[in-house]
Nanobody
């Protein structure tokens, strides 16, 4: 059974940075699959933040372009989300997703002074 475990969520001041990690277990290699990060703020629908395909193509939500960077380490079956210049509106639970099938449990990111 494939499981995803996120880490790295925290309370950070506006303008600060965080790096989220998501590691897959129960899988031989994640290199054949797409990874994605989603987020969900209270009262809002879950939205796509960033996605990276097996070939390395990357898409970002307009709201995070230029501030967030998604990357993958196939050897570690891990995906990362580097978040810079954080804003209060980035506050949400962040979820990783593997192959549009498997979800992590979520990690809370709070941007507040």
């Amino acid at each position: 059974q494939v499981q995803l475990v996120e880490s790295g969520g925290d309370l950070v001041q506006p303008g600060g940075s965080l790096k989220l990690s998501c590691k897959a277990s129960g899988i031989t290699s994640s290199r054949f699959y797409a990874w994605a990060w989603y987020r969900q703020a209270p009262g809002n629908q879950r939205e796509l933040v960033a996605r990276v395909t097996p070939a390395g193509s990357i898409d970002y939500a307009d709201s995070v372009k230029g501030r967030f960077t998604i990357s993958r380490d196939n050897a570690k079956n891990t995906v990362y989300l580097q978040m810079n210049s954080l804003k209060p509106e980035d506050t949400a639970v962040y979820y990783c997703n593997l192959n549009n099938v498997v979800w992590g449990q979520g990690t809370q990111v709070t941007v507040s002074s």
